[in-house]
């Protein structure tokens, strides 16, 4: 058995009075895509804020419970920032920087301390490359990032997101804003990131979880529904009837 | 559609837009008013053979009120006003973003609302009672810090003004960094940035515009401001060489010598012509700001 990269234990994530997380816990095995698919309001953006710590960001926000990564309790982690390189994380509405489209992919390595020009460029150009942007703003990486198209935009929060050579990659539905035909480049690189990096996958495409997903979790008002093998979970039988009706859009 | 509505509704629509526009204009208006108003009283001294326009802007001697050789040189009154708001301006800028950045970005709940509260009293203190602090607080406390013989000098009136212009970029400079997006702020985070880091490549570049309009806010207030600087800078004709020289600033002289003066008489005529040296000036900076707002938006 192979020791696993996140271990989430009894998690439980309230905003003020109200409880959004009811004590979950599961494991994200090294270099695995954990698909988690869930209507909205179910709590997936807000497990992912907390496995980088950036909840706390949240006024009122108060997780409890213990998240390992490598074995190591990040709420015990002195340097914050150094975890959040560790974990990437692909908001699902692009947040282009306020910056050049190469300052936005040199902006966390930047903050990490890389300064030599050549090693910038080479990072940019690859991060580019990976999430499939670079043939189309190659010829004007100094206009504003914000000035891309949506889609264009999406793209290079990840690009940013790969920027820091993250472990763990959170994608919180990433193809919202990107057409189908992109969106399946970018799985391909996902298939091929697999190799290096641990990928959460929260989708609202079942089928997206379908496709890239070797386990995936059924999370639904802030408890795990059913989590196991994607097969499973899109098969005929899966452990819970509400599975079955969700995946089959026959939910509610 | 359009058959539907009655023809006063029409009539009223009409009416309301011609209301609006109107309100549009009349800044215009008012500005081109005010502008030919003051030069109306000012310009025909420029007419006057005993009057050189060179000397008006070369010359520091100002001795309006001469009976043998009356000069009028406002190089002395400029060079004060141009000091003062400088010294002023090194003072409230750092400070003024200073607290800007700290109210919008570090502050929550109840600290925040009082710091506002606070900050916007300050900026409701009169003028005149500035110039009450410049005189009795800060002049002792300038003699006796600096060992200088004079505390109504340069740094006593700058730092009333800083003062009075720091709760103005507060406001103006909080509103601009509120106004980013908090998704800027998330994305950077979820990067690694630290809070400095943030505040320095993210959230100063987002918002520079609205921080650059805060601080020519506060330059503006700072040139226009005369009764505390009228009390605070020791009042005297001469172009400061340190900030602990007493010197005069152009709002002042006017403030002091209209009243003394009879009407369209050639003193009467060159103090409005300082208001018009006032008015240039006030343009030039919003001009050049105005060049820089375009400028950054290009880039």
């Not at chain 1, 150094?82 to 910056?99: D, I, S």
């Not at chain 2, 980013?180 to 880091?197: F, H, I, K, M, N």
């Not at chain 2, 030039?284 to 060049?291: G, H, P, T, Y």
Request: hydrophobic letters at 45%.
């Amino acid at each position: 058995m192979v020791k696993p990269k996140v271990q989430v234990e009894n998690l439980r994530l309230s905003y003020g009075p109200r409880e959004v997380i009811h004590g979950i816990s599961f494991d994200i095995e090294p270099n695995e895509i954990l698909g988690i698919i869930g209507p909205a309001q179910s709590g997936k953006t807000s497990l992912l804020r907390c496995i980088n710590r950036t909840i706390e960001f949240t006024v009122g926000a108060k997780p409890s419970g213990t998240i390992r990564v490598d074995g190591e309790d990040i709420s015990e982690m002195r340097n914050v920032y150094e975890l959040r390189r560790r974990v990437g994380m692909v908001a699902p509405l692009p947040v282009g920087l306020p910056l050049s489209i190469y300052d936005n992919v040199a902006f966390a390595p930047r903050a990490a301390g890389m300064k030599k020009k050549g090693e910038l460029d080479t990072l940019v150009e690859k991060c580019l490359t990976q999430s499939a942007l670079w043939d189309e703003v190659k010829d004007r990486l100094d206009s504003l990032g914000t000035k891309l198209s949506g889609g264009q935009q999406q793209r290079l929060t990840i690009a940013r997101a790969l920027s820091h050579s993250p472990e763990i990659l959170c994608l919180d539905e990433f193809s919202i804003a990107i057409d189908p035909v992109t969106t399946m480049r970018i799985e391909d690189v996902l298939k091929v990131l697999k190799k290096e990096v641990t990928i959460i996958l929260v989708t609202n495409l079942v089928q997206q979880a379908r496709r890239l997903a070797a386990r995936t979790m059924f999370l639904w008002n802030g408890e795990i529904i059913e989590l196991g093998p994607t097969e499973q979970l899109f098969g005929d039988k899966p452990k819970d009837k509400r599975t079955y009706d969700y995946v089959n859009g026959i939910f509610g | 559609m359009t058959g539907s509505r009655s023809t006063l509704s029409i009539y009223g629509e009409k009416a309301i837009e011609l209301l609006i526009r109107l309100c549009g204009v009349s800044a215009i208006i008012f500005v081109f008013a005010i502008f030919f108003f003051v030069f109306r009283e000012g310009a025909p001294i420029l007419a006057s053979k005993d009057f050189s326009l060179g000397k008006f802007l070369t010359s520091t001697e100002w001795y309006p009120t001469s009976m043998s050789n009356v000069r009028f040189g406002t190089l002395a009154l400029l060079a004060g006003t141009l000091s003062v708001t400088g010294v002023a301006m090194l003072i409230a800028v750092p400070f003024g973003l200073g607290a800007a950045i700290f109210v919008s970005e570090f502050c929550t709940g109840k600290v925040r609302e009082i710091l506002k509260i606070v900050i916007e009293l300050l900026a409701a203190i009169p003028s005149i009672v500035w110039g009450f602090i410049g005189l009795t607080v800060m002049n002792p406390i300038i003699q006796n810090l600096f060992h200088v013989p004079v505390g109504l000098n340069v740094l006593n009136a700058a730092i009333l003004l800083a003062l009075m212009s720091i709760p103005v970029m507060v406001s103006i400079g909080e509103d601009a960094l509120k106004a980013v997006p908090d998704s800027y702020r998330e994305g950077a985070l979820a990067l690694g940035a630290t809070r400095w880091q943030i505040i320095w490549r993210v959230l100063l570049p987002a918002a520079k515009n609205g921080l650059l309009a805060a601080v020519l806010l506060g330059v503006g207030r700072a040139v226009g401001e005369t009764m505390a600087v009228l009390m605070a800078t020791g009042h005297a004709v001469q172009i400061p060489h340190s900030i602990f020289d007493s010197c005069r600033t152009l709002t002042a002289t006017i403030a002091a010598e209209l009243g003394e003066t009879r009407e369209h008489s050639p003193h009467y005529q060159v103090l409005f012509l300082i208001g018009i040296l006032l008015f240039t000036i006030t343009f030039i900076v919003n001009l050049i700001a105005d060049f820089v707002v375009k400028g950054v938006r290009k880039k």
